[in-house]
């Protein structure tokens, strides 16, 4: 919810099978929620919100996948090629467990459990 509706074409026009939380769930729903939901449907949960990152180390989950932007503009305007790139680079890792921070300049990914 804190990333606009708008990154859903921008990663579906990728090749990407992308929804916005909106047109899945309830605004209000937990976190644990959503991360329920990706975890049953195979989903990477792409967002801006840094309670995603803190919910995997927290619970040693290995799935559902984050890939966190930590930017100020978050708008897929001006991320939206490095966020598909870098999608694309980290496609195993997003498929086997991971969580993928990412900036303008730089990423770092971390194999999930975050607490091997």
């Known amino acids: ?3 606009s509706p708008a990154w859903t074409s921008v990663l579906n026009e990728a090749g ?3 929804f916005h939380w909106s047109t899945v769930g309830p605004a209000d729903a937990p976190d644990a929620e ?3 939901w990706a975890r ?3 989903a990477v949960v ?3 919100d840094l309670d ?3 919910l995997l180390a927290l619970t040693g989950a290995v799935a559902p996948s984050v890939f966190q932007i930590r930017t100020q503009d978050i708008s897929p305007k001006v991320l939206g090629p490095r966020a598909v790139e870098l999608l694309n680079r980290f496609n195993a890792e997003l498929d086997n467990g991971a969580l ?3 900036d303008e300049l730089r990423e770092r990914v971390r194999l999930l459990p975050l607490s091997r």
């Open 16 to 18: 990407f099978e992308a």
């Open 100 to 102: 993928i921070v990412a």
């Open 52 to 54: 995603f990152g803190a």
């Open 1 to 3: 919810m804190n990333l």
């Open 34 to 36: 959503l991360f329920n």
């Open 40 to 42: 049953e449907n195979e």
């Open 46 to 48: 792409f967002a801006h």
